[in-house]
């Protein structure tokens, strides 16, 4: 079944033809078949392939769906800012996404650290091409140098934790590693390394203090095309692995790793809240924010086990989950924006590019305050919801202090979100040109604009879903 | 008893008024937007008219109550009620909005639809604000309820608006976002219940009850505001359009005091019981002390949002007596306050209209060229010094009677407002009104037209029809303080 969308995706790649409007055409086509399978054959189940390579459950056919979805938006959204720039406006920009797409997919069933790590690896090589795509810019050639020195560096992490966990339970595959430990036949010393690394290299994906550093520049250096597709589907897959290995494979040692994110969690928050107020562009400040969402969205994974005791664990991951998809949804909202405001030869990545936007187009400037608010947490907006069921589990916990915690970095986050809708609708616009976009785009923006809303005032059936594929897939 | 959801109405008819007033568009519309406005105001406040015709003062019970699941994964419902004391701030706040929609009808030439959009669906937040029984929809309405008043003194404001708007939302979500945390604590101790109904019942231990109270503390007294976070209100206030000043004055700093009584009193009434002295001591500072300060302001905007921390002093000071008295006091003086500021500020409004300046010192003689307008200006300015007649008077005398049988130095500290509120209105109203025209600009002052008057003479009548009657507005609550304050006088403890 799996394999069956890997197959299309690889036969339509070579398939491709040159033609750029063919291209887009074709990569949508495919992820609407990858769509379709996926929800076909999805069962409920929990399904291993592959000698156990591969799973297939309900918490990644959600992921997948959504990972689609995603890809599709973001391609959507990039279709105009590509096709005006000529030295992007190549096939590779679509294959890429492809392999890009398969690697998230790979990640989000895999049920083996070496099927993680190829995963990880398809992902991070396509990203590291995609963010070089314009190769005579010199900040994106010296983002994707750093992007790749560092990623390489955490796969190299990453590889040793596996290594180390192998050497510890003799075994690779994530559902015997669970066994084994359970059943403690396992070296607690090397595993104790091992588990760190990992930890590490997670970190470096999700891109969480320390391990973030790499998050801003790529950010900003490459293409905004680019930018909205790093900032929004990999964190679906980077939340996939983080349950797939530390909570299928090693929750018998959450005492270890929770201990771990909770200090990632609290600097990331306190980091990228700090360090965004600071940032006059825009995709800059949003790569500080990206870090300080995935501090947030950990605190509902170190508070799944509290004392041994796994009884909160599902509406604690269920809330993280919900949190990273609306996360994503929000992200590409905004990057898209900063793209509808883009014309050949002009980026509209400053903040000070939004300026009087509402004067321009009144629609376009609530749908981003929207976004802004919802970034920043405050209802009717679905963030909000994200916080608050992040928040009610940690306080179910018993963390009452990391709750606080929290919410001093959110407040502290409202600044910068707020100052975005100040320059656009407090500031006298820079200009007076009309927007120019394709109609697809508006119309689309406008969905994602009003999804936020909507999920914002009914955000039981999303919050339902996950729980529920999670129940069905732990 | 009528089958009507009135309650979603008064929430639902401003909110969904305001978006097809978005709709209109650009400023050619702007006399459509501004009649829609207007007509969604009236009907805003005919929704709310039933509420008090079929409210049954006899019971402390919630009434009107509207219950339906919203988000079962949580438990959160959309639960609507209300008793004797939110439903005068329901009618209050929807008395307001029209007040406000008239007040911005000619001023206000810059993004019409906007500006009126923005003030009726605040108004519909605010009425959920006060008519909601569950803890998350509280909360959820409450924070909405900064992004309209946020735009409003962002976009319409004077000079330093965005230092103002800033000041305003971040100071608001510093203690709201505690607020939250608590809503949360008391969700998980109470195995999972938002109902505020639920958690008056609950019982808590002693020290958990102190932190929910000052976690509260801090969102409510922000909101009123309280001494010693009140220094964003006079920034709000003199940089918000003439309207925003108006709903900041006469509603938005209600919702901390009734934060009070629909949480924090009997939520925790242990707590609030020890720590009684502590806010008692706040207000008196914030009676003596900020009354000290409105005395100098040469701004009249400025001297008016300090006299506004003052009266609500008053207020707070009524709650934390526990007495049937000093409650009634406190709860009829924040009627009045928001007709008396309302006014006040739109006095100023009107004068800052014509002449562009709120120094007083650009003033005197006003009198001599707009009769009509000094009339109403003496009456408000006298309602808010507390005259007798005046609904200024029958709160604050309630809450002194009550603090006299608390402790007299508490009564006496309190009654020098009756001075220092006297000085530093009159003063302001004396230099600005009489004396001979001080300037051109005054000599050339025309005096208020139809529309002006109509505003004013509302809100005349609501403030001389609660100081010469206020029966009406204390009946209805009779019963739910009384209820409230035997409800505090049990230990919560176990």
Known sequence: MLAMACLILIVDLFVKDRKRTITFVLTQVTLVGAAIITFALSTGQILYTFSNMYVGDMMGDLLKLLLYLTVMVVLFYSRSYVFDRPEMAKGEFYTLTLFATLGMMVMISANHFLTVYIGIELLSLSLYAMVALNRDSIAATEAAMKYFVLGALASGLLLYGMSMIYGSTGTLEISAVAERLFNGQANKTILAFGVVFLVSGIAFKLGVVPFHMWIPDVYHGAPTAVTLFIASAPKLAAFAIVIRMLVNGLIVASQDWQSMLLILSVLSMAVGNFAAIAQTNLKRMLAYSAISHMGFMLLGMITGVVGGDARYALNAYSSSMFYVITYVLTSAGTFGMILLLARSGFESEEISDFAGLNKRSPWFAAVMMMMMFSMAGVPFFVGFFAKFSVLQAVVAAGYLWLAIAAVFFSLVGAYYYLRIVKVMYFDPPISTSRIVAPLDMKILMSANGLAVALLGIFPQTLMSLCAFSLLRSL | ?494
């Open chain 2, 1 to 494: 008893m009528s089958g009507m959801p009135l309650l979603s109405l008064a929430i639902w008819v401003p909110i969904l008024t305001g978006l097809f007033v978005l709709a209109t568009g650009s400023d050619r519309n702007a006399p459509l937007a501004r009649m829609l406005a207007l007509l969604g105001a009236v009907a805003g406040l005919l929704v709310t008219i039933p509420l008090y015709i079929d409210f049954d003062v006899t019971t402390s019970t919630m009434q009107f109550v509207e219950l339906s699941p919203w988000i079962p994964r949580f438990n959160i419902n959309y639960h609507l009620g209300v008793d004797g004391i939110s439903m005068l701030f329901v009618m209050l706040n929807s008395f307001i909005t029209i007040i406000v929609v008239l007040a911005g009808w000619q001023v206000i030439d810059n993004k019409v639809a906007q500006y009126n959009a923005s003030f009726l669906i605040m108004s519909g937040l605010l009425n959920g604000i006060f008519a909601s029984l569950d803890g998350m929809l509280f909360y959820i309405f409450f924070e909405a309820s900064l992004i309209p008043l946020y735009l409003i003194i962002g976009v319409w404001g004077g000079p330093r608006r965005v230092y103002a708007a800033f000041k305003f939302f971040l100071f608001t979500l510093m203690g709201s976002l505690l607020f939250l945390v608590s809503l949360i604590y008391l969700f998980v101790q109470s195995g999972g219940s938002f109902s505020i109904l639920d958690w008056h019942q609950m019982p808590i231990a002693r020290v958990p009850q102190m932190w929910i109270f000052l976690a509260f503390l801090v969102a409510f007294a922000v909101k009123v505001p309280m001494w010693p976070v009140h220094t964003w209100l006079p920034d709000a206030h003199v940089e918000a359009p003439t309207g925003g000043s108006i709903v900041l004055a006469a509603i938005a700093l209600k919702l901390g005091a009734y934060g009070f009584l629909r949480f924090s009193l009997p939520i925790a009434p242990d707590a609030s019981q020890e720590l009684s002295g502590l806010i008692v001591g706040l207000s008196l500072i914030a009676i003596v002390y900020i009354g000290l300060v409105a005395l100098v302001q040469e701004d009249m905007k400025k001297l008016v949002a300090y006299s506004s921390i003052a009266h609500m002093g008053f207020v707070t000071l009524g709650f934390f007596m526990f007495s049937a008295l000093g409650l009634e006091g406190a709860l009829v003086q924040m009627v009045s306050h928001g007709f008396i500021a309302g006014a006040m500020f739109y006095c100023i409004g009107v004068m800052y209209d014509r002449v562009h300046s709120r120094q007083i010192v650009d003033y005197g003689g006003v009198v001599n060229t707009m009769p009509k307008f000094a009339a109403f200006f003496m009456l408000f300015a006298m309602a808010n010094a507390g005259l007798p007649a005046t609904s200024g008077f029958v709160g604050e005398f309630m809450v002194i009677l009550a603090a006299v049988k608390y402790n007299f130095w508490v009564a006496f500290a309190a009654a020098t407002t009756m001075i220092v509120g006297a000085a530093y209105t009159l003063w302001m109203y004396k230099r600005v009104v009489f004396g001979a025209v001080g300037n051109h600009h005054v000599a050339e002052l025309t005096d208020i037209n139809s529309r002006e008057f109509l505003v004013l003479a509302l809100l005349a009548i609501g403030a001389l029809g609660m100081g010469l009657y206020p029966q009406p507005f204390t009946e209805v609550m009779h019963s739910s303080v009384n209820e409230l304050l035997r409800h505090i006088a049990v230990s919560k403890i176990l």
